[in-house]
């Protein structure tokens, strides 16, 4: 019997399919369209008419029989193709991940930070000047008018006679003072340049300027904020002391050491067995200052400091060179993840 041949064919050629889409060709190899049962109901118009019921009976049983067989073949097909998939995708939690390198800040950003943190607690704002000035707010400004000896105290890169890589960022006091009038607490840090190149000095590096204009301020402010800020930066017994110095924007001009954190004073290398280390240049802000500034010299007064970020980041960890904080060797740099 034909109906016979077919279901078996069919059965066979179904059981043999080994994925849902060769499953689904030899579904529609039978049940399709152009498929062999739909022949079969197609040719009953040739079959005797006495005929013809029982062998439509027959082909509708065959037809719903396959529909059956295909339609549990196929459900048992997605079932096993889900576990394969799922098998493939299996990951294993207990292995070990994979390292990953931690970045850290670098040692100068550290401790320009810290010393953020250490004057906006006494209530410093920081203000950021241009990199690239002029003369005027470089040197002139700051009552170093061209000619000045005081102007060889810093190599200057100019750019044009009158345009330069700022030197320090004391150029910073006269564009806050011009935008701004007292009370003034500033804090500027910031790169500056100097043609200088050894084992201490880069030709790029970063200062920090404090600036504090008021009534009646006094070289004693400047003294009790810089002790409060060697404790905090050093250590909780550093002290400070002032030295006479020069500065044409300040008078008068000290320099000022912190007593030494390795040695507590004693005397060790790192001071060269002073007990102290230069840490800072200040000052009393210069009159002309004030006035180059519109601000009355007779009401107000002033402190100002500037100090090398790099300095104080070599003194504080131990770096014997200033090329290393500029090389960024991470071997190097790695030391002070935290
Ligand atoms: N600008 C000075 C320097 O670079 C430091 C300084 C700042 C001194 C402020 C006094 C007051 O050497």
Redesign the pocket.
């Known amino acids: 019997m034909e109906t016979e041949n077919i279901e078996e064919e069919a059965q066979r050629e179904a059981e043999e399919a080994s994925s849902s889409r060769a499953l689904y060709e030899v579904k529609m190899k039978f049940l399709g369209r152009t498929g062999k049962v739909t022949a079969l109901l197609k040719g009953m118009r040739e079959i005797a008419a006495e005929h013809r019921p029982a062998f439509g009976k027959r082909v509708n049983e065959l037809r719903e029989k396959l529909e059956g067989m295909f339609s549990s073949l196929e459900e048992r097909m997605r079932r096993r193709e889900m576990e394969e998939k799922l098998a493939g995708e299996r990951i294993d939690v207990t292995m070990p991940g994979r390292r990953r390198q931690r970045g850290a800040l670098h040692p100068v950003t550290r401790t320009a930070y810290e010393l953020i943190d250490i004057f906006s607690g006494m209530g410093f704002e920081v203000f950021e000047g241009p990199e690239v000035e002029t003369d005027h707010y470089n040197f002139t400004a700051l009552n170093t008018p061209a000619d000045h000896p005081a102007r060889d105290?810093?190599d200057t890169f100019y750019i044009t006679d009158s345009i330069l890589l700022r030197?320090?960022?004391?150029a910073g006091?006269i564009r806050l003072m011009e935008k701004k009038s007292p009370p003034i607490k500033m804090l500027s840090p910031g790169r500056?340049f100097r043609s200088d190149d050894d084992a201490t000095h880069s030709p790029m590096f970063h200062?920090m300027?404090?600036l504090v204009v008021d009534r009646h301020i006094t070289l004693c402010d400047l003294k009790g904020m810089l002790d409060e800020f060697a404790r905090a930066e050093f250590s909780s017994s550093s002290k400070t002391r002032l030295r006479p110095s020069y500065?044409p924007?300040?008078e008068p001009?000290v320099e000022v050491d912190v007593s030494c954190h390795i040695c507590g004073g004693k005397g060790c290398p790192l001071c060269k067995g002073t007990g102290w280390i230069e840490v800072?240049?200040?000052?009393m802000v210069n009159r002309r200052v004030l006035e180059n500034c519109g601000v009355d010299p007779d009401a107000y007064s002033g402190f100002?400091?500037?100090m090398g970020i790099e300095r104080i980041a070599m003194l504080k960890y131990g770096i014997n060179n200033i090329k290393l904080l500029t090389e960024n060797d991470t071997r190097f740099l790695e030391q002070f993840e935290d």
Not at 167 to 170: I, L, N
Not at 280 to 283: D, S
């Open positions: 105290m810093q030197t320090q960022t004391s006091q500056v200062q300027e404090g500065f924007f300040t001009s800072l240049g200040a000052g100002a400091f500037g």
